[in-house]
């Protein structure tokens, strides 16, 4: 015969229903939070791509005398629309006959100072200041001039986008990086300026 062992008892019904729902509540709390942590994780592509694109453009302008208006790569990130999520792409080719190479300016004609006879370029594309994303992106980025007063806001009139072209006479710039990366109503958009560095112009929307 079998001898009963003493004391050997299992878990009630109630007490199983009782570490279901407490796993289920932690879930909850635990989910949304992991979600939005990597969507956060997500935005330093903008933040690092911004200090670079200002480093590039303030030593182009030390170069050259001038800042540079550049619209977004028309074969990069396409342009944001409410309630679809952005599909991550590479950077375009800057390769010599690739898909976005450096401007090769017309006769006559040169960036920042006009030869003589000739004019003066202040628009250009990102290959043009040495600018090139690593790896796949999913911001859409631009560059326009500005004649606002020192200090330029990186998040201006709020959280403007750049508008892509410059003038003579441009005392500095604005860079834009925008994104949809939840998929929702909301465009996350990252700025950064001749004075000021990468920033957050819509907190809390990716």
Do not use: H
Request: hydrophobic letters at 45%; aromatic letters at 8%.
């Amino acid at each position: 015969m079998c001898k009963q062992l003493k004391g050997q008892k299992g878990f009630t019904l109630i007490e199983l229903m009782i570490v279901v729902a407490i796993i289920g509540i932690l879930a909850a709390i635990a989910i949304p939070n992991f979600l939005t942590y990597q969507l956060k994780s997500r935005q330093s592509e903008a933040k690092v791509n911004l200090n670079a694109i200002k480093t590039s453009m303030i030593a182009f302008n030390a170069e050259r005398s001038c800042y540079l208006g550049i619209p977004s790569p028309a074969s990069g990130v396409a342009a944001q629309v409410a309630g679809t999520k952005v599909i991550p792409v590479a950077w375009p080719d800057t390769a010599p006959g690739g898909t976005y190479p450096a401007t090769v300016l017309a006769a006559g004609t040169a960036f920042c100072v006009a030869p003589a006879g000739g004019t003066a370029v202040f628009n250009g594309v990102f290959t043009d200041i040495g600018f090139v994303a690593s790896g796949n992106t999913t911001y859409r980025y631009a560059v326009g001039g500005s004649t606002a007063t020192a200090p330029i806001a990186a998040c201006a009139n709020p959280a403007a986008l750049a508008s892509g072209t410059a003038l003579a006479g441009d005392t500095g710039f604005r860079a834009s990086a925008t994104s949809n990366l939840d998929g929702d109503a909301g465009i996350s958009i990252w700025g950064s300026s001749s004075d000021q560095g990468s920033q957050d112009c819509t907190i809390g929307i990716y």
